[in-house]
């Protein structure tokens, strides 16, 4: 990812390499606010050799709740020097207490020497457990790729990277694991310089698909990429907004048609060239990090030395004019040859600051006003002189605020450094920024997508786990009346997957609002009625604006939670479960995701139509004796040639007759004690007269050969199916179920 920054030589000639970092701070003119210190070096806190690192990260490698450290090692600036060990710390937070720290690196990785840029981590083959991949420049090596032993022996690793498909020799800076072809697996983008780590003609990024085993297939023409020069950085991130990743990715030096790579996924994992929506940059761009830095949902860019060596800002264009765009913003004060940024809420007000590693004489932080106006703090970061080259931000000892972690080389003092934070704790949930259902094909499973938003954005880790919560939407409506007095019931008990329905009793337009930790709000209309399905197995309270008094509900019941993969930068996705056969056709769904502090953040619920049952839902039904409302839903194929599709109605009256009708249009006709849902003409399938039995339902295979005089299916046709069954609710009389809208392919 970073890599690190002479100029073939002493900046200075006659003075110390430290002597001259701080005289080139005075020189180039870093000012700032002052802030007061907030990370503090712990001294001495990392053990092992001291080695040239390019590259750390942060991952949990046994599951014992604390966050270990991986470094990269290897000599060599711009052609290649001595191979090293890689490192791996092992955390003893849980073991022993805070602040201690094992070099465990040959026991739990093996003795394999490289010259390694970055570790990137990522579970490749779905056991849990995290694997993680040296990136080794310089045409030596390929890839390393280590697979966790897992429940057998966490946290302690194989090398099989020959045996999982990475066995071409690359010169490589940088990398990161995503689900490109959204899967459901991990996939892998790294760099390849070509011949020359630096100049030369370059080299093309590689891609590889994963098999969803960990096992990789080189699918690199799928980028179509053009070579371009000294490749660096990896991000992977939705980039348009339109749910797949996207791939962007540095390069330090001048590169035609676009210096930098943009590379637009069409959700397949075939991606088109956009570079040149980038603005132009200087050549010494090391890295650049993806955040929303204005608040805006889209993912904007930070970049070192944007302008000379002067970091700054890239505005993303989409939300504000509804195209793909970037506009540079202004540069920071300061003009230092830098490596290395991570985006960190570090000061706690909901915002993305810039955390810089420098080969200056201390980190950098420029704080963020929201609005991407930055401010040189000064003196958050101790002042340490040493050449950074990467950093990472991550909660070493689990007090619920993030620390930094350095790697250091090319000026040979080789201390990697902890800094520990002092100051405010994280105490912000994460934000759900917007979900959406992915459709299903022949190779992928229909998958609930969402995207977070916390406290860190660094290198595609935001330090946020999910699950997506599934329960099938039941077949009544409960309704609650907010009058000024209060709501009525008072206190209310569902089960997972009820709609409740909030009916202006009175109080007029009201704020109905959950105080509690999922935090909804719902806006009620004068005279009229708004609904949320409630999912979250949680006890709830709810207020509303002019009302006197709390709803006290309670949802309690059975309920399907699965956990998400992190696809790609503060990106989520959920397979949809299996759930049983039910009275609806429909699945209620909402996000749970949860911060390493423990902070736990709620999407808005959401419903999906059931993969397995073809056709949208209209047309409210009144409820009959049985106290429920009954509902049609349609099993099958929509392709009018497959002639395969059932009609299906649940929530009926037990051992009550009736039978399905269908017509070209739709109503809302009151017809005896229920609501009548299609228009005229109709046809009645009375030939086929159903009993609901002692489980309230029928089914009918649609007679294709035998369809009612006024039902003839054509391809493109729009038609809608509702169920009549007799009803005591209380007399004798009809009763319908709701309509089902079905257009045939």
């Known amino acids: 990812m970073t890599l690190p920054r002479t100029r073939h030589g002493a900046p200075f000639a006659g003075t110390s390499f430290a002597g001259a970092l701080a005289f080139s701070a005075i020189w180039f003119g870093l000012g700032g606010t002052a802030s007061a210190q907030q990370f503090t070096e712990l001294s001495g806190a990392l053990p092992g050799p001291q080695r040239w690192s390019e590259g750390v990260t942060a991952a949990d490698v046994d599951l014992d709740g604390d966050l270990d450290l991986f470094f990269a090692n290897g000599d060599g600036f711009s052609t290649a020097g001595t191979k090293r060990q890689n490192t791996l710390i092992i955390n003893k937070l849980v073991e022993q207490g805070p602040n201690v720290y094992v070099d465990e690196s040959v026991a739990r990785l093996g003795v394999h020497a ?111 990429a053009p070579a371009k020069v000294a490749q660096m950085d990896v991000n992977l991130v939705d980039i348009d907004r339109d749910w797949d990743l996207d791939i962007f990715l540095t390069n330090r030096a001048q590169n035609s048609n676009g210096t930098h790579y943009l590379l637009i996924n069409d959700g397949t994992g075939n991606f088109t060239n956009r570079s040149n929506l980038i603005p132009q940059t200087s050549g010494s761009v090391y890295e650049a990090e993806a955040g929303d830095l204005d608040g805006d949902d889209d993912d904007d860019l930070f970049f070192v030395s944007l302008s000379g060596f002067q970091e700054g800002h890239v505005r993303n264009d989409l939300v504000e004019t509804g195209s793909l765009g970037f506009t540079a913003g202004s540069v920071q004060p300061g003009n230092v040859d830098d490596n290395e940024v991570a985006l960190f809420d570090y000061d706690i007000d909901g915002d993305l600051d810039v955390l810089i590693g420098s ?93 977070m938003r916390d406290q860190v954005s660094d290198d595609g880790e935001i330090w946020v786990t999910a699950e997506a919560i599934f329960a099938r939407v039941q077949p009544t409506v409960v309704e609650v009346r907010v009058t000024g007095a209060g709501f009525a019931p008072a206190a209310l008990t569902v089960v997972p997957g009820t709609r409740v329905r909030f009916v202006d009793g009175g109080v007029g337009s009201a704020t109905i609002a959950e105080g509690g930790a999922l935090g909804w709000t ?51 996705s959920a397979p949809f479960p299996s759930l049983s056969s039910g009275p609806t056709a429909e699945i209620a769904h909402v996000w749970k995701a949860t911060d390493r502090a423990g902070n736990v953040g709620w999407s808005e619920s959401g419903v999906a139509r059931d993969e397995g049952a073809p056709g949208l839902s209209y047309c409210d039904p009144a409820l009959n004796s049985t106290g429920e409302q009954a509902r049609t839903i349609l099993r099958g194929s929509d392709l009018l040639a497959d002639q395969s599709l059932t009609l299906e109605a649940w929530a009926l009256p037990p051992s009550s007759f009736g039978f399905f009708l269908a017509s070209r249009t739709q109503g809302a006709m009151p017809v005896s004690q229920g609501t009548f849902c299609l228009g005229q003409p109709f046809g009645r399938f009375s030939s086929f007269v159903q009993n609901s039995g002692a489980g309230g339902a029928v089914a009918l ?14 391809a493109g046709e729009s038609w809608n199916f509702t169920y009549w069954f007799r009803d005591a609710n209380p007399l004798i009389g009809a009763n319908f179920s709701d309509g089902v809208e079905l257009v045939w392919r």
């Open 522 to 572: 719902l806006a009620l209309p004068a005279g009229g009625a708004v609904e949320r399905v409630m999912v979250a197995d949680l006890s709830q309270s709810v207020s509303a604006s002019g009302v006197t008094g709390l709803l006290q509900l309670s949802v309690s019941g059975p309920s399907v939670a699965v956990k998400a993969l992190q696809y790609g930068n503060a990106v989520f």
């Open 359 to 451: 080969l200056g004489n201390r980190e950098r932080v420029y704080r963020n006003d929201g609005g991407l106006s930055f401010a040189n703090a000064t003196g958050v970061v101790q002042n340490i002189a040493d050449s950074t080259l990467d950093l990472a931000v991550a909660d070493l000892d689990n007090d619920g605020d993030h620390d930094i972690i350095t790697a250091q080389g090319e000026s040979g003092n080789f201390t990697n450094r902890v800094y520990l934070n002092s100051g405010p704790a994280d105490t912000l949930a994460p934000i759900v920024v917007d979900q959406s259902v992915g459709e299903a094909t022949a190779t992928r499973p229909r998958r609930l997508r969402g995207r």
């Open 114 to 224: 490289s010259n390694a840029k970055m570790p990137v981590v990522g579970d490749v083959n779905g056991d849990g457990y995290p694997d993680v991949l040296f990136v080794n420049a310089f045409n030596t090596d390929p890839p390393f790729l280590y697979i966790n032993r897992g429940a057998a022996q966490p946290g302690f690793f194989d090398l099989e990277s020959a045996a999982r498909g990475l066995t071409e020799v690359l010169s490589s800076a940088g990398g990161q694991f995503g689900d490109v072809d959204e899967d459901g697996d991990l996939d892998l983008v790294i760099t390849d310089s070509g011949a020359s780590f630096l100049g030369g003609a370059g080299a093309t990024p590689k891609l590889y698909l994963n098999d969803g085993n960990g096992f990789f297939t080189d699918v690199s023409a799928q980028l179509n």
């Open 701 to 714: 295979p649609l007679p294709f050969q035998q369809l009612p005089g006024a039902v003839n299916f054509l």
